[in-house]
């Protein structure tokens, strides 16, 4: 069997599927941040990738898994038996946290959001980011060995990209008319990845408020990780051209005024057009 070949038309398939979806974005990506945490980012140039395991929804791989089993359950007959029951029988998504791992930091799109704020940024008393999109995008691509992609919400959307994997893959596999003994490799190597690829953009309608998009980062090697707070995590660097604003919590009150902040990022090398602004959104205690 090609391997090469088959991941290249699987990895095809996917960009297609997703490529509308995709085509959206916005010029600019928040991060929700604590004051401890913000002052690490502004003073590190990093951003810290948490194992998903961690993060505030730890049920993100079982919703994804569950999408895919109820498609193949409606397409049950047509696909191989050995890994439907396979599939049907995990817990998370293709063993994630057990067999592979999926580290992430999340960013809203959706500008100022009195519940991002709350959530995420200390209830008001912290900061967020303003990173621009396509220098993070450009990062990615210049080899930093992370992704960046918008988080998909709506379930019957979700299902109906999983419907548009399989297809493809009875038609690749029909095409190739591959002997017995690729049958099931097939199945559940490659296919696999293309169902982890598309399932692991999945989130459960409940959060589409925080309209989020996603760095990430599959199975970093164990070197890279480190334990912060009782989560496991890993840096990357950014470059400080990629911050184009902060913003100050309503609630941040005299912990960095705008003043201290114009001079942090000064003395961090960011730029005078780094701006510095404050919420718009209130946030109560």
Request: glycine share 6%; proline share 3%.
């Amino acid at each position: 069997m090609n391997h090469n070949f088959i991941a290249k038309q699987l990895l095809r398939k996917q960009n297609e599927i997703w490529d509308e979806f995709d085509s959206a974005h916005p010029p600019e990506l928040f991060h929700y941040t604590c004051p401890k945490c913000f002052h690490s980012i502004i003073e590190s140039g990093e951003i810290w990738l948490t194992d998903i395991a961690n993060v505030n929804d730890p049920r993100e791989g079982d919703y994804g898994l569950q999408v895919i089993q109820s498609v193949l359950a409606r397409n049950r007959t047509r696909v191989d038996e050995e890994f439907a029951k396979s599939i049907m029988s995990y817990k998370s998504l293709f063993g994630l946290n057990e067999s592979w791992s999926l580290y992430v930091a999340c960013f809203c799109s959706a500008g100022e959001r009195a519940q991002m704020w709350k959530n995420y940024a200390c209830a008001g008393t912290g900061y967020a980011i303003a990173f621009d999109y396509d220098k993070l995008i450009a990062g990615a691509l210049a080899g930093k060995k992370y992704s960046l992609f918008r988080v998909l919400y709506d379930r019957v959307i979700q299902e109906q990209k999983i419907e548009a994997t399989l297809e493809h893959a009875f038609a690749l596999e029909l095409t190739m008319n591959l002997p017995a003994k690729d049958h099931q490799l097939f199945w559940m190597k490659e296919l696999a990845v293309a169902l982890i690829a598309c399932a692991s953009r999945f989130k459960a309608p409940k959060w589409s408020y925080e309209e989020e998009f996603r760095l990430s980062i599959v199975d970093p090697p164990d070197i890279l990780k480190f334990d912060s707070e009782g989560k496991s995590r890993i840096r990357i660097d950014l470059a400080r051209d990629t911050v184009k604003s902060v913003i100050r919590g309503s609630r941040s009150g005299a912990n960095l005024d705008v003043l201290a902040m114009r001079a942090l990022l000064n003395q961090q090398g960011y730029g005078t057009d780094v701006q510095v602004v404050e919420a718009r959104t209130a946030t109560g205690p």
